[in-house]
C-alpha cells in the first residue's frame, strides 16, 4: 500500500531559487494537507485542499504556493527559497470528516544556503 | 482559534517504567482529540484519537489517553515502556466543521527516551 508519497526525500537549495515538492495519494481522499516541521514548534499547516480545484491558506503560507488539479496530487511550490524556508515538508491526506484519520507522507527534507 | 500545549519537551524515562506525556488544549468549540507518533526520520503515525463516547482511548500498543473536559485535557499514559517507545509524540486537535473543517493543529512535541 503506498498511501501517501512525497519526493524529493531531500533537496539543497540556494537562496532565490525555485522548485516544487510533490506529494501524491492513492486512498482517494479529498482532503490534502502540507505541514512543516520545525525543532521544538510541533507542525505548522501551510496550505490546504478540500478536494480538486479548492485550496486554501493555513497557519504559515507566505513563500509557498500550490495547486490541486486532481484528487490524488497536491504539490507545494517555493518560488523564491529563503533561508527560512529550511525545514521538513508532511504531505497529508484524510477523507472527509475531521474525525478520520490525517495520513502523513515520510517527509522531505529541505535546506536552503 | 484552537491552541494545543504540551507541557513536556523532553522525558527521559526507563525500561518498565511508567510514563505520562501531558497535553492541555484551549478552544472555543468542541473538538477532536489526537496522539500522533513520529519515529526517527520518519512521517507521523496515529496512536490513538478520542471523538466522541468514552473519554478514555487506548492504542494496540499499550498507550492510553483520557480527555478531561473540564480541564481540557488529553494526556498520554503507558504502564510500562519499552525501549521502542522512544520517539516524538505529539497531541493535536481539529475542529468538527466550519472552515477548520479537518485541517489538525499541534502541540510542540514531546521526546519520550526510555533508557535501559
Known amino acids: 500500500n503506498a498511501g501517501v508519497t512525497q519526493t524529493p526525500k531531500f533537496r539543497i537549495l540556494k537562496i532565490g531559487q525555485s522548485m516544487t515538492l510533490q506529494c501524491t495519494q492513492d486512498m482517494n481522499h479529498n482532503y490534502m494537507y502540507w505541514y512543516r516541521q520545525d525543532p521544538g514548534m510541533g507542525l505548522k499547516l501551510i496550505y490546504y485542499?478540500?478536494?480538486?480545484?479548492?485550496?486554501d491558506k493555513g497557519e504559515v503560507p507566505n513563500g509557498y504556493n500550490v495547486s490541486r488539479s486532481t484528487t490524488e496530487d497536491f504539490p507545494l511550490r517555493l518560488e523564491l527559497a529563503a533561508p527560512s524556508q529550511t525545514s521538513v515538508y508532511f504531505c497529508?491526506?484524510?477523507?472527509?470528516?475531521?474525525?478520520?484519520?490525517?495520513?502523513f507522507g515520510e517527509g522531505s527534507w529541505l535546506t536552503v544556503v | 482559534a484552537q491552541s494545543v500545549t504540551q507541557l513536556d519537551s523532553q522525558v527521559p524515562v526507563f525500561e518498565e517504567a511508567p510514563v505520562e506525556l501531558r497535553c492541555n488544549y484551549s478552544s472555543s468549540v468542541s473538538v477532536y482529540l489526537f496522539w500522533y507518533v513520529q519515529y526517527p526520520n520518519q512521517g507521523l503515525q496515529l496512536l490513538l484519537k478520542?471523538?466522541?463516547?468514552?473519554?478514555l482511548v487506548e492504542s494496540i500498543n499499550g498507550f492510553e489517553a483520557e480527555f478531561n473536559k473540564s480541564q481540557t485535557s488529553f494526556h498520554l499514559r503507558k504502564p510500562s515502556v519499552h525501549i521502542s517507545d522512544t520517539a516524538e509524540y505529539f497531541c493535536a486537535v481539529s475542529v468538527n466543521g466550519g472552515t477548520s473543517y479537518g485541517k489538525l493543529t499541534f502541540g510542540q512535541g514531546t521526546i519520550l527516551t526510555v533508557h535501559p
Open positions: 485542499s478540500v478536494g480538486a480545484g479548492i485550496t
Open positions: 497529508a491526506s484524510s477523507y472527509r470528516d475531521s474525525g478520520n484519520t490525517i495520513y
Open positions: 478520542y471523538l466522541s463516547g468514552s473519554t
